[in-house]
Nanobody, 115 residues
């Protein structure tokens, strides 16, 4: 069982930046596909960005050019740099690790974009 611990959420004004981190309790981190999802109030959870070793990063159209996903395999950590934040980016952000049929989710971290 892989444990994921997210951090970095908070309240930020429109146009501001946040960096989310997700640390995983596995030494095989490099083998996993890593992703960030978000869920706004009253909406379904949606994919924000994903990355895996040796593959191209993917982003939701709504965050392209503003968000950047990255990973540090040595630290078993995935990051989400969020710039030019908008009120529509508000929600609970979850990280996910997946490999073959197994997937693991973090507990979520709240991001609120408001003036």
């Amino acid at each position: 069982q892989v444990q994921l611990v997210e951090s970095g959420g908070g309240l930020v004004q429109p146009g501001g930046s946040l960096r989310l981190s997700c640390a995983a309790s596995t030494t095989s981190f490099n083998l996993y596909i890593t992703a960030w999802y978000r869920q706004a109030p009253g909406k379904q959870r949606e994919l924000v960005a994903s990355t895996s070793s040796g593959s191209t990063d993917t982003y939701a159209d709504s965050v392209k050019g503003r968000f950047a996903i990255s990973r540090d395999n040595a630290k078993s950590t995935v990051y989400l740099q969020m710039n030019s934040l908008k009120p529509d980016d508000t929600g609970v952000y979850y990280c996910k690790l997946s490999r073959f049929t197994r997937s693991y989710w973090g507990q979520g971290t709240q991001v609120t974009v408001s003036s």
